[in-house]
């Protein structure tokens, strides 16, 4: 009976160390939406990245930002980038807006993690298309710099378009990279559009809430599309407490 009692009290101890432990797991600390812990980018070029980020959540709302470490261990790129993403908050509240562009050096990863709001924007098909067709082999090369750069403007330009805007702050970054969906997966979503609509009229539109159901979410008592507010952006010691999505992409080299 007492080895029973000691064998549960060192579980509970240990159980109540792990959980503490994981409670005061820690991050750290943003000072804008460029985060180089690594020091991959030069400084001018680190400036030009800010600036560019910060003009798009001023014209957008949105926030993206760029992080490279060293390591993510022991947690894995993936739960790592999902947890950094909900401690930073990125994105606005209530709008899920943000993007993070994650770098593990050492690991030799990379992740694109994209809040609930632009899933639609950047699905894993494009955020999987940017790493693969852009990062990971400006990487291999051993051009980190261009390939958080890159990176970082092709997730950049997916989100200027969905919000119908120009970023002036283009011109003195290289140009991005040309990222759009592949036309065999529009020509199945327009034949699935079809299909709905050809039944939905046979149905008396019983499907049809669902052709519009993905664009909007639930978020604190209210629905929302994709309309924004006016934000006057800029980095102010922290981002909106916006929720990453789980969507997105991951690769290595």
């Known amino acids: 009976m007492k080895t029973t009692r000691a064998a549960l009290l060192v579980f509970s101890i240990l159980a109540a160390v792990s959980g503490n432990l994981y409670a005061q797991e820690k991050f750290p600390k943003p000072s804008g939406y460029v985060n180089d812990f690594v020091g991959i980018l030069p400084p001018q070029e680190r400036v030009k990245l800010e600036n560019l980020l910060s003009e798009l959540e001023r014209k957008t709302t949105a926030q993206v930002s760029v992080v490279s470490l060293e390591t993510t261990k022991p947690l894995d790129i993936e739960t790592y ?109 327009r034949l699935v559009l079809l299909f709905i609509l050809i039944f939905g009229f046979r149905f008396g539109f019983l499907w049809w809430p669902l052709l519009f159901a993905g664009s909007y979410r639930r978020r604190g008592g209210s629905w929302y599309g994709s309309g924004y507010g006016g934000n006057s952006g800029g980095f102010s010691g922290g981002f909106g407490g916006g929720f990453s999505g789980g969507g997105g992409a991951s690769g290595g080299w």
């Open 81 to 189: 980038a999902v947890k950094l993403f909900e401690n930073w908050g990125i994105g606005q509240k209530g709008k899920d807006n943000g993007v993070l562009l994650l770098v593990a050096s050492e690991d030799k990863k990379v992740r694109i993690e994209v809040g609930y709001g632009l899933e639609g924007a950047i699905p894993d098909a494009l955020a999987q298309q940017i790493i693969a067709q852009v990062i990971v082999p400006l990487f291999k090369q051993g051009n980190f710099p261009q390939g958080i750069m890159k990176g970082a403007l092709g997730i950049a330009g997916l989100v200027a378009k969905e919000y119908n805007v120009q970023l002036a702050g283009f011109k003195d970054l290289p140009q991005a990279p040309v990222v759009r969906k592949s036309s065999s997966s529009a020509g199945i979503l």
